[in-house]
C-alpha cells in the first residue's frame, strides 16, 4: 500500500466522481495531491480533508478546465506548493449528449475547451513541470472506440481526441522516462451517470458483464499506470469498460 509514498500528484477535476476517487486512491497509497474543482468547493474540501486523513498533504485549487489561464496557473501552484510533480491525471470533464443536428456552437465550443484544450493545456504545462519517469494519466471515454447509439457525436469526438493527444505526448515525453496513458472508463455511477438514471439499462445492455463499474474500479486501474507496475506502459488505451468495447 505503499507503492506511491513520497510522490506528488495533481488530479483535475478531484472534487467528485471518478476524481475525487482518484485523488483519495493516490493518498491511500502514499502520494500528496493537489486537486481542481470548477464548481464545487465543498466537496473539493471534502476531498482534501480525506487525503489528510490518509496521511497526506492535500489542497483543493479553483480552476475551470476552460479557462487555460486559470489552468496553467494551478499547474504551477500545484508544482511550487507540493515541491515537484511526478503525477498528472487529467480527469476534468463535461458529459454531452445531442444530436448532430441540435448540437449549437455554444455546446461544441464549451465541450472542446473542457474535454479536451483543457487536457492538452494541463498536459503542455505539466510537460515542463513533471519529474524524469513521472506520469500522464487521461481519462478518456470507451466512447471513443465505440458509439452504441446517437447523440453521441460531440462527446465521442472530445474523448477520441484524448487518445491522439495521448500518443503525441507519449512520443514527446518518453526520452524522460515520462510516460503518457488514457484510462477510458464505461459507465461509471456517478452523479454525470448515475447508475440508476433513466439510460442506465439500456448502457448495461451493451456490456459484457451487467453492471456499472465504480468510481475505484477507474482510481484501481490509474494507481496501476501511475505506480511501479506501469513503467513500461505508454502511448495506450486502458479500458475499464465492463466489455463496452468487446
Ligand atoms: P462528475 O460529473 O461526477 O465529476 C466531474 C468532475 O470534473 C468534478 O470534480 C467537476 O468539478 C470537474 N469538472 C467539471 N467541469 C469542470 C471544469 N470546467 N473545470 C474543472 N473541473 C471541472 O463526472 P465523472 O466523475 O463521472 O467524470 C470524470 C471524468 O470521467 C470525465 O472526464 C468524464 O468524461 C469521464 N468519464 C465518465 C464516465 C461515467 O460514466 N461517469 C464514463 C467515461 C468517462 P466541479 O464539481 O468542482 O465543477
Same mark, same amino acid.
Not at 439499462?201 to 451493451?206: D, F
Given at each position: 500500500m505503499t507503492e506511491l509514498m513520497g510522490k506528488l500528484a495533481l488530479v483535475t477535476g478531484g472534487s467528485r466522481g471518478i476524481g475525487a476517487a482518484v485523488a483519495i486512491a493516490l493518498a491511500s497509497r502514499g502520494a500528496d495531491v493537489a486537486i481542481t474543482y470548477n464548481s464545487s468547493p465543498e466537496d473539493a474540501a471534502g476531498v482534501v480533508k480525506q487525503i489528510e486523513v490518509a496521511g497526506r498533504r492535500g489542497f483543493a485549487i479553483e480552476a475551470d478546465a476552460a479557462d487555460a489561464g486559470a489552468v496553467t496557473a494551478a499547474v504551477a501552484r500545484a508544482y511550487e506548493v507540493l515541491g515537484g510533480l511526478d503525477v498528472l491525471v487529467n480527469n476534468a470533464g463535461v458529459g454531452a449528449v445531442g444530436m448532430i443536428g441540435d448540437v449549437t456552437v455554444e455546446e461544441l465550443d464549451r465541450v472542446l475547451a473542457v474535454n479536451v484544450r483543457g487536457l492538452y493545456v494541463a498536459a503542455q504545462a505539466a510537460a515542463g513541470l513533471l519529474a524524469d519517469g513521472g506520469r500522464m494519466i487521461h481519462i478518456g471515454s470507451c466512447i471513443a472506440d465505440r458509439n452504441t447509439g446517437p447523440g453521441m457525436s460531440l462527446?465521442?469526438?472530445?474523448? !477520441? @481526441?484524448? #487518445?491522439?493527444?495521448?500518443? +503525441?505526448?507519449?512520443?514527446?515525453?518518453?526520452?524522460?522516462?515520462?510516460? *503518457?496513458?488514457?484510462?477510458?472508463?464505461?459507465?461509471?455511477?456517478?452523479?454525470?451517470?448515475?447508475?440508476?438514471?433513466?439510460?442506465?439499462?439500456?448502457?448495461?445492455?451493451?456490456?459484457?458483464?451487467?453492471?456499472?463499474?465504480?468510481?475505484?474500479?477507474? !482510481? @484501481?486501474? #490509474?494507481?496501476?499506470?501511475? +505506480?511501479?507496475?506501469?513503467?513500461?506502459?505508454?502511448?495506450?488505451?486502458? *479500458?475499464?469498460?465492463?466489455?463496452?468495447?468487446?
Open positions: 462527446y465521442a469526438m472530445s474523448k !477520441a @481526441a484524448v #487518445v491522439g493527444m495521448n500518443k +503525441g505526448l507519449a512520443r514527446d515525453l518518453g526520452a524522460r522516462g515520462i510516460t *503518457s496513458n488514457v484510462v477510458q472508463p464505461g459507465p461509471i455511477d456517478t452523479s454525470m451517470n448515475p447508475a440508476d438514471g433513466p439510460f442506465a439499462a439500456t448502457q448495461r445492455s451493451y456490456l459484457a458483464l451487467d453492471r456499472f463499474g465504480t468510481v475505484e474500479d477507474v !482510481a @484501481a486501474a #490509474v494507481l496501476y499506470l501511475a +505506480g511501479p507496475g506501469g513503467s513500461y506502459v505508454t502511448g495506450t488505451e486502458l *479500458s475499464v469498460d465492463g466489455g463496452h468495447a468487446a
